[in-house]
């Protein structure tokens, strides 16, 4: 995890500033049906669960480390009564690295909340310039009212794309997702000899594999890992299918929230593949 944290270099938000002081990932801007026009599109509520889950997981590893931290400090002193150095000194540089990280961690949580200040506070003002552009809609058409209207719907774009910006500077932070592939499980549905392709997409990222139930009941997959970038949108995607010689029969597809996996401890996943959960995917998702 300690590889996802922010650089030391990175600087704090204000107003106006928003876009100049990030290094960004790009924006969620999408192509309407106007040729060369583009939809910028953030999600408060979404953005808001993935905030939360990310600071939870961020204080469970700076607790572990700082439990860490405690107990070698307690080592540290008792080595030091009874003088093996070398012992002593290496207890030391642990104790140091420890401390190193946890500065990092609390550096780390520092940023993301300051990131999603900015973004809440990107939130009202849109929010209010949007009720103020309402209300001017209904009022009287003059020069004066038609000059503010286009002032606030300038405001409202404004502060629509600073959320974008701020919504790709927090998806560089979210970390990584590292998926084990655990096996299909159906009893009865499972045969030696069947052959399964297993599909997972993130977004744009994929990761297809094969595999096979061998005649102990054991299964061989050719793929058992694959590291997935978290976002702030999408949700993983499976999808199973049934190899039959050329032919290819579709088990079932599922969607699966990544919410739950910023957390220290590896995920055990069960998903139902089919309806009736005749056929389960198990996977592993550590953070």
Not at 41 to 54: H, S, T, W
Not at 90 to 104: F, G, H, N, T
Not at 118 to 131: F, V
Not at 210 to 227: A, L
Request: net charge positive; with cysteine.
């Amino acid at each position: 995890f300690s590889e996802i944290l922010f650089s030391p270099h990175s600087k704090s938000l204000s107003r106006g500033s928003v876009r100049s002081r990030m290094s960004l990932k790009p924006p969620k801007a999408y192509n309407s049906l106007q040729k060369g026009a583009l939809i910028w599109d953030p999600k408060p509520l979404q953005v808001k669960k993935i905030f939360e889950a990310l600071k939870k997981g961020l204080n469970e590893y700076l607790e572990a480390h700082q439990a860490e931290l405690d107990f070698l400090s307690e080592r540290h002193k008792d080595t030091k009564r009874n003088s093996r150095l070398a012992f002593y000194y290496d207890l030391d540089k642990q104790i140091r690295s420890v401390e190193r990280y946890i500065r990092k961690l609390e550096f780390h949580i520092s940023k993301v909340e300051e990131l999603y200040e900015a973004y809440c506070i990107q939130c009202r003002l849109r929010d209010g310039a949007t009720n103020m552009k309402q209300a001017f809609s209904l009022s009287p058409a003059t020069k004066a009212s038609r000059d503010s209207l286009l002032e606030l719907y300038r405001n409202v774009q404004e502060c629509t794309e600073d959320m974008c910006f701020i919504e790709g500077a927090l998806e560089v932070h979210l970390g990584e997702f590292h998926v084990r592939m655990k096996g299909l499980v159906g009893f009865a549905r499972l045969c030696p000899g069947d052959q399964y392709e297993v599909f997972v997409r993130l977004g744009r990222q994929k990761w297809r594999l094969k595999g096979k139930i061998e005649t102990d009941d054991s299964q061989t997959w050719d793929e058992e890992e694959k590291i997935f970038i978290p976002n702030l949108h999408e949700k993983f995607e499976i999808k199973v299918t049934e190899l039959r010689g050329l032919a290819t029969i579709l088990v079932g597809v599922v969607t699966c929230d990544s919410i739950n996996f910023f957390t220290t401890k590896p995920q055990a996943i069960l998903v139902d593949i089919t309806e009736l959960g005749t056929i389960k995917l198990r996977l592993e998702v550590l953070w």
